[in-house]
């Protein structure tokens, strides 16, 4: 959401505030409470607008040079405040549940530079799991051969993280020169990630006279075996013809238990997805083919600058971004930009 959009919002909460009217009671005296907390986070963002804008003045208007630096470090720790407020109100939009979503990275164009982008995907989310108090298990990994990723499966557990991750779904673009590349040319790379809701509210039904379940002895790379029971499990929905394959467990039970939770939140979004075809082609979830041109995200390394295509939002710096320093920042602009859609 943009400052000003926010801080209309603030506004609104002050003004609420100011206008609330009642008999005492309970009730009354629970909902004054509230209204009075959004009315002083609305406050201190207004209050932090108004100390940066003076801040900005007078170190424009300073010419000593070590009054300037004094001014700009003063700016980047009124900023770093009014970043954690502006994250704050996001916050307190949304539900305020916890919940569950399914997180799929798959290594799209360039080959096992891709496989190495998709790897460095999934450890920023893991950071950032880490950062907001998530839960962030791994469900399986497939690897290149250089160690990359091709294809990562991941449960993230915690607040909200269906709003909060929903706008990370999409090509992910990276610019750069890669540790292989002797004549020093940019290559580029794309990752995809989908994100897929798991059912609560909405009920998936799984019949088993419309599931086919193989088991099969669990193999590393190269192939070789890992196990020596057919613990592994690939179960394909006959009516959708999904298929889930899982064998990161030594359990052929776990290994089922994992497939069809995956299952289900597939068969959720594709019936979620066609449900929302017919409304508003611009609201699939849909991750598109992997092609350059479908990006929703670039990462420049060599030009280390961070751009989302859908969002006024730019970082210009790659590495804090990618130690999901700065991603929250993004994360915070795209749920107003879906929410405000």
């Known amino acids: 959401m943009s400052s000003n959009r926010l801080i209309e919002r603030a506004n609104l909460w002050i003004q609420q505030f100011k206008n609330y009217t009642g008999n005492a009671n309970e009730a009354y005296d629970k909902e004054k409470a509230k209204l009075e907390h959004k009315a002083n986070i609305g406050k201190k963002l207004n209050d932090l607008h108004a100390k940066i804008l003076s801040a900005n003045e007078s170190a ?37 549940k916890n919940e569950s979503i399914i997180m799929e990275i798959r290594a799209g164009e360039g080959g096992q530079e891709a496989a190495i982008f998709g790897m460095e995907l999934s450890n920023m989310y893991a950071k950032l799991c880490k950062k907001r108090n998530w839960n962030f298990k791994t469900f399986s990994m497939s690897f290149s051969e250089t160690g990359g990723l091709k294809e990562g499966v991941f449960e993230i557990t915690g607040k909200d993280v269906s709003y909060m991750l929903a706008g990370e779904a999409g090509v992910h673009c990276v610019k750069r020169v890669p540790k292989t590349e002797k004549k020093g040319r940019i290559h580029t790379s794309t990752a995809t990630i989908a994100i897929l809701i798991e059912p609560e509210d909405i009920e998936v039904n799984l019949h088993e006279k419309d ?12 192939g070789q075996s890992v196990n020596t029971t057919d613990s592994a499990v690939r179960i394909t929905h006959i009516p959708t013809g999904l298929v889930v394959s899982q064998q990161d467990e030594k359990s052929q039970h776990k290994n089922k238990e994992k497939a069809l939770k995956i299952l289900k939140a597939r068969i959720y979004q594709k019936k979620l997805q066609e449900a929302m075809s017919t409304q ?20 420049h390394f060599l030009q280390n600058w961070v751009k989302d295509d859908r969002i006024e939002n730019s970082c210009h710096d790659v590495s804090s971004f990618m130690e999901a320093d700065t991603l929250d920042q993004f994360i915070d602009s795209l749920v107003w930009y879906f929410l405000e859609e």
Do not use: C
């Not at 040079?65 to 916050?91: G, N, P, R, V, Y």
């Not at 599931?211 to 190269?222: A, N, Q, Y």
């Open 211 to 222: 599931l086919k379940i193989d088991v099969f002895r669990s193999s590393g790379p190269g």
């Open 60 to 96: 424009a208007q300073e010419k000593d040079i070590h009054m300037k630096e004094l001014w700009q470090d003063e700016i980047s720790s009124l900023t770093q405040k009014l970043q954690a407020i502006e994250s704050e109100i996001t916050s307190m939009l949304l539900p305020d």
């Open 280 to 299: 508003d082609s611009k609201r699939k979830q849909a991750i598109g083919n992997a092609k350059r041109n479908e990006r929703i995200r670039t990462y």
